[in-house]
């Protein structure tokens, strides 16, 4: 249970997270410079939509943050999918995973390569984990990857489908080759860890955290409790 719950915390919360640009959690109005911005009016521009809808996205305040990503998408550029991005990771924020599925698949329907592709399925990737769905992730995660094969979150949260799955060696391959691509990432570096401890590696889940803060390392301090029974 500790395993997974920690699982879930780093792919869907902490992938400092789970929006397009790694931001953590997904205000009617932003913070700017110490002041607060006045409500957009009713026909504000896209773009204004969408800087306020950041803003409240980064200040923690989803319910206007989806609120605005809604009428960004309204108002977005044919063949533009960001909004509906934004909003799909704004959603698995609130934890509304049916209608972040929802606005993915939207997503996807209008643009389906390049980077807002990828970020649309990992998102979607995330929602199905969430859901309860991993083989249904695993597949939108593998296409994320296809069309963007540097991306070290994608390693992780393919990783996480693997440990879920009980396949823990073909799950530590992948930790392995998104520390290829992130050197020092602590989400990969900690999945990693838990999952040498899961298939019973505890000396080298050690090893693998010797780098990391042992304040940081749940892996770390797992394994050493398990070594001392």
């Known amino acids: 249970m500790l395993f997974r719950s920690f699982f879930g915390a780093v792919s869907l919360v902490a992938t400092g997270c789970v929006g397009p640009n790694d931001t953590n959690a997904f205000k009617e109005v932003g913070w700017a410079g110490g002041r607060r911005d ?3 009016a009713s026909d504000a521009s896209y773009a204004t939509l969408m800087r306020i809808a950041d803003a409240s996205r980064d200040a923690g305040d989803l319910g206007n943050a989806v609120g605005l990503y809604r009428r960004a998408a309204d108002k977005a550029p044919s063949g533009d999918s960001t909004a509906f991005v934004r909003l799909g990771f ?22 389906a390569s390049g980077p807002n592709g990828a970020d649309a399925r990992r998102g979607l990737g995330n929602a199905l984990v969430a859901l309860d769905q991993p083989q249904l992730a695993a597949a939108e995660f593998e296409a994320a990857l296809a069309i963007t094969p540097d991306d070290a979150r994608i390693y992780n949260s393919l990783g996480v489908v693997m440990d879920m799955a009980g396949d823990h060696r073909q799950a530590q391959e992948l930790y392995r080759d998104g520390l290829g691509h992130e050197p020092g990432n602590l989400s990969l570096q900690n999945n990693l860890g ?13 090893r693998s955290e010797e780098h990391t803060s042992e304040l940081q390392s749940l892996a770390y301090l797992v394994c050493r409790l398990l070594l001392e029974k």
């Open 38 to 40: 006045s409500a957009p």
């Open 90 to 111: 704004a959603l698995i924020d609130a934890k509304s995973l049916n209608e972040a599925v929802a606005a993915f698949r939207t997503a996807l329907q209008r643009t």
């Open 194 to 206: 838990l999952s040498l401890a899961m298939s019973g590696d505890y000396q080298e889940a050690i």
